[in-house]
């Protein structure tokens, strides 16, 4: 069975995606959006002629609300185990996230509290304490990789084709991200260590990765992440 990969709009203009893999074994969602996302997923999973319990896993990218968000809902929903790394745990209990703003919208953005505010807390069915997850130990597809940098416990979903789901390790476009430039790498918001998603970009491309599918913006090629990856060395 081919994998695809469906982008779930959350927010308009690719300001925030989630994302549905389909694929050998059964679809996985890739985050959850914001708390009440369940509206926002529906269609798609629907369009792909699934139905909630069809879904097979839930994986968390980290902890921000705007990922993590919605986790406890789609869960309900759906039935899948959550997996997400064990060092997210505390924000996706409930501890608020450190916040380093990357540039004048994150300190902006900060000041109106939006992500700190609290989000029905999501414990890991299956926690990741270790760097790599091959998820053909739950007959799925694809190998779940320890990348921090954003946070210390952000994740990537590595598929077979070389598609990347990253979360917020990169993002695109203006702002929040997305709306304009989307071909154009930009930090997130909000990055606690940049020289180490620096490294986590290399090591995802180390492994032939080309594409990448981002929760702000994207998707992006290997040439403008390896740039991307390059600037954050130099700060």
Not at 53 to 72: E, P, Q, R, S
Not at 74 to 93: D, I, N, Q, S
Not at 191 to 196: A, G, I, K, S, Y
């Amino acid at each position: 069975m081919q994998t695809t990969i469906k982008t779930i709009p959350i927010l308009p203009f690719g300001m925030l995606n989630a994302f549905l893999v389909t694929g050998a074994g059964g679809p996985i969602l890739v985050d959850s959006g914001l708390p009440g996302s369940a509206p926002a997923i529906g269609p798609v999973v629907k369009a792909a002629g699934l139905e909630w319990n069809d879904i097979k896993l839930i994986v968390l990218t980290h902890g921000h609300i705007d990922h993590a968000g919605a986790a406890a809902q789609l869960r309900a929903l759906t039935g899948a185990p959550v997996l997400y790394h064990a060092a997210e745990t505390g924000y996706c209990m409930g501890e608020k996230p450190v916040l380093r703003p990357t540039r004048l919208f994150g300190r902006l953005f900060r000041m109106t509290g939006a992500i700190e505010r609290p989000f029905p807390p999501v414990s890991a069915d299956i926690p990741m304490d270790g760097n790599i997850f091959d998820l053909k130990t739950l007959g799925l597809e694809g190998t779940v990789l320890h990348t921090p940098g954003h946070t210390p416990g952000s994740v990537s979903l590595l598929l077979p084709s070389g598609d990347v789901l990253a979360g917020d390790l990169a993002a695109s476009g203006i702002l929040l991200g997305g709306i304009a430039l989307r071909g154009r790498p930009e930090r997130p918001p909000f990055e606690e260590d940049p020289r180490l998603a620096a490294r986590s970009l290399e090591e995802l491309l180390s492994k032939g990765t080309t594409r990448f599918h981002l929760g702000h913006g994207g998707p992006l090629g290997a040439q403008a992440i390896a740039r991307h990856a390059n600037r954050l060395k130099q700060l």
